[in-house]
């Protein structure tokens, strides 16, 4: 590694040259960062869902872990399958409102701690009832989130059936029960079959793990500084 890396390094956390020391990884763990490479390849292969649709999950995945590596990799690649900047747009919005619904949701947990509500399952669909609290208690926020809510999950540019597609791999990102549960349900409404969600899961599951995949260029930077 350069001298001049290893000094632009301690300042700019984020260049897109760092991403070139990737392929190092190749040769510090070989077996690891092929079998990688295999089901990353494999995840965002045409299959049930298209490229194009995929990449738009992986774009709104990207946002959602914060990666701007994956985010730069995901854009490109989905461009270059056909997605348009209104496309790519909705998808952003779609994991905005994913991944700001998630903290509100988990808002209801928040309400059973305050309440000192002894309960030993801290997961329960019952408890999702306890949203509409915040309407009383924040009524302007809670119903400009609702509303925000709807309009990025509306038909427009997108299907429904492919913004649910899009928030069902965003809810497995943020690892929020409740949005999974509802998420889940609205894409089977939309006509989402089991073998498309599960193609929707596995790109989110390779995305989040490409997020700390990306991220080991950094590590190699700070360990080589």
Aim: proline residues 1%; glycine residues 6%.
């Amino acid at each position: 590694m350069s001298k001049e890396v290893l000094v632009a390094s301690k300042e700019a956390l984020y260049q897109k040259s760092y991403f070139n020391r990737l392929g190092e990884l190749s040769g510090l763990a070989p077996d690891a960062f092929k079998a990688f490479v295999q089901f990353d390849k494999a995840a965002l292969a045409e299959g049930k869902l298209s490229v194009k649709l995929k990449e738009l999950i992986a774009i709104a995945v990207a946002h959602t872990t914060g990666c701007p590596y994956c985010i730069d990799v995901h854009v490109n690649a989905g461009k270059a399958a056909g997605v348009t900047k209104e496309e790519l747009s909705e998808a952003i919005l779609v994991a905005t409102a994913l991944k700001a619904g998630s903290a509100l949701a988990h808002g209801v947990n928040a309400l059973n701690a305050y309440d000192e509500i002894e309960n030993e399952e801290l997961y329960k669909a019952s408890y999702f009832n306890r949203l509409k609290e915040f309407s009383a208690l924040n009524g302007d926020a809670f119903k400009a989130f609702v509303d925000f809510d709807g309009q990025s999950l509306k038909e427009s540019v997108l299907s429904v059936k492919e913004k649910e597609l899009i928030a069902v791999a965003v809810a497995h990102t943020t690892g929020c029960a409740y949005c999974i549960d509802i998420h889940t349900k609205a894409a089977k409404k939309a006509g989402v079959t089991k073998e498309e969600l599960t193609e929707s899961i596995f790109v989110a599951t390779a995305l989040k793990a490409g997020s700390a995949l990306a991220h080991s260029v950094n590590a190699l930077n700070a360990y080589d500084s």
